[in-house]
C-alpha cells in the first residue's frame, strides 16, 4: 500500500490562527483600546523622564598626574556625579593601559576605586587593508555624600603613563526610567502590530470613540502610577548606583558598567 502522502498544515495554521487572533481583538477591540492608550502614556512618560534624568551638567575639565594626586572640587553633597577620562596613547601598535582610578577625600583617605583595560590595536579592515582601533575611555558614575576637596590618584599598572584627562559632569540619574520605557514601548509594540495585522488602524480608532472602562483597566494604571512614584523615589535616593560614605556600594545589575570594574 502507497504511503499517504503528509499534507503541509503550516498555512492552514497560520490562517486559522490570524482567524482566531482577529476574532478575539474585534470581539475584544473596545476593552483593548484604553490599554493602547495607557500604554502609549506610560512610555512617552517614562521616555521624557529619562531624558530629563540622563542630562548633564559640565564642571571642569582637568589634566591628572601619574606622580602626584590631582585636586578637583565637588560642589554638591548626595550628588552623582560623572568621571570621565581620556588617555593619550603613542603611536606604537598595539598598545595597552591598565588603568585605576582612585578617589581620595581631602585627608589622602581611601573614598573609592575603578578599574578598566585601555588598549590600542590594528587589525584588518572589509577592505583588506588595516585599520587602527581603540578604547581610550574610562567613565565612571559614582553617588558622592558629601561635597568639598577631592583628589584623584590614577595608576598604570603596566606603567603606560601616558597624558591623562578628566572632564567632570554631574547628573540626576534614575536607572529605571530607561528600563520601563522599553518595556512599555514593547508592549505597545507588540499590541499595535497584532491589531494592524487582525483589524486595522481605523478600527483602533473608531474602538476608542467607545470606549468601556474596566476596573481591570483602573488596576492598571495605578499600577503604571505605583511604578512611576517608586522610580521618582529610586532616583532621588541614587539606589543602584555606585556611592561612597560610611557604606560603600557597588552598582546593582541595572547599571551599566561599561567594561569598568568598580572596586568600591
Known sequence: MAA??????????????QRKLEDVIRRNIHYIAPYVVLLLA??????????????????????????????????????????????????????YSELEIELLDENFNHVYSVYKDLWKESHTNDDGGKSI?????????????????????????????????LNLYKKR??????????????????????IDWALNMHSLLLALRRTKITQTFILA??????????????????YGYPHSGDEIRLPTQFFSTNDVIYLG
Open 4 to 17: 499517504k502522502k503528509r499534507k503541509n498544515k503550516l498555512p492552514y495554521s497560520v490562517a486559522n490562527y
Open 42 to 95: 506610560a512610555t512617552l512618560l517614562f521616555l521624557f523622564s529619562t531624558l530629563i534624568s540622563t542630562n548633564t551638567t559640565f564642571i571642569e575639565r582637568n589634566s591628572l598626574d601619574f606622580e602626584t594626586p590631582t585636586q578637583i572640587q565637588i560642589p554638591n553633597e548626595n550628588t552623582i556625579y560623572v568621571f570621565n577620562l581620556e588617555q593619550e596613547f603613542t603611536s606604537s601598535v598595539p598598545s
Open 133 to 165: 582601533y581603540s578604547d581610550k575611555i574610562l567613565e565612571f558614575e559614582l553617588d558622592l555624600k558629601h561635597s568639598g576637596l577631592y583628589y584623584i590618584r590614577p595608576t598604570s599598572h603596566n606603567n603606560h603613563n601616558t597624558g591623562l584627562t
Open 173 to 194: 540619574g534614575s536607572l529605571y526610567y530607561l528600563f520601563f520605557t522599553l518595556l512599555f514601548g514593547a508592549i505597545l509594540s507588540i499590541l499595535l502590530i497584532s
Open 221 to 238: 494604571i495605578n499600577i503604571v502610577i505605583f511604578v512611576f512614584i517608586s522610580c521618582v523615589v529610586i532616583s532621588y535616593t541614587h
